[in-house]
């Protein structure tokens, strides 16, 4: 059996951060969403490569060439019901060329025994509802879609306006 024409490793220095923003760059052009500005960009470096501890943890897929061509980008809730810790997936990208070598798969299965390692009680992701590839993907792998949660958010805005007074 020969080794996959790629590789999985945890995110540590200042040019994984560069590739994990073209990454991240490449995700938001797929999903048709404005990607990180110059702010943004030097925040999520800060964030996942210079705080200690870091706010999330990021793990890069490697061509032979060394070319990081995917990633999974993952932090730890908690919950409270089950009293254990649940990784949360926020985002799991393969660059479109680099597709269909297993390296989604791989990916999505380095974080399930991360999740397993860490004694966490779930893992837990979001798809966008047009993404039926991946939706078909999580399917096969025997995860369920939740029907009963809806997400909310507050934006930033939303958020400096509830804390004024009255």
């Known amino acids: 059996m020969s080794d996959p024409p790629f590789t999985i490793r945890r995110a540590v220095s200042r040019a994984d951060a560069s590739s994990?923003?073209?990454?991240i760059i490449q995700l938001a052009q797929f999903e048709?969403?404005?990607?990180?500005?110059?702010?943004?960009?030097?925040?999520?470096?800060?964030?996942g490569f210079e705080?200690?501890?870091?706010?999330?943890?990021?793990?890069?897929?490697?061509?032979?060439?060394?070319?990081?061509?995917?990633?999974?980008?993952?932090?730890?809730?908690?919950?409270?019901?089950?009293?254990?810790?649940?990784?949360y997936v926020?985002?799991?990208?393969?660059?479109?060329?680099?597709?269909?070598?297993?390296?989604?798969?791989?990916?999505?299965?380095?974080?399930?025994r991360l999740a397993r390692e860490r004694g966490c009680g779930r893992m837990e992701w979001t798809c966008l509802d047009w993404?039926?590839?991946?939706?078909?993907?999580?399917?096969?792998?025997?995860?369920?879609r939740l029907d009963e949660w809806y997400l909310y958010r507050l934006t930033a805005d939303r958020l400096v306006a509830e804390c004024r007074p009255g």
């Open 20 to 23: 994990l923003v073209e990454l």
């Open 32 to 47: 048709k969403l404005v990607p990180p500005d110059e702010a943004a960009q030097a925040r999520l470096v800060y964030d």
């Open 51 to 87: 705080k200690n501890p870091p706010r999330y943890e990021a793990w890069l897929a490697e061509n032979g060439d060394g070319v990081a061509v995917g990633y999974a980008l993952l932090f730890e809730t908690y919950s409270t019901f089950l009293c254990r810790p649940t990784l």
């Open 90 to 112: 926020e985002d799991i990208f393969v660059l479109p060329h680099s597709r269909g070598i297993g390296i989604g798969k791989e990916l999505m299965h380095h974080c399930i």
């Open 131 to 144: 993404n039926a590839d991946a939706q078909q993907f999580y399917e096969r792998i025997g995860a369920c």
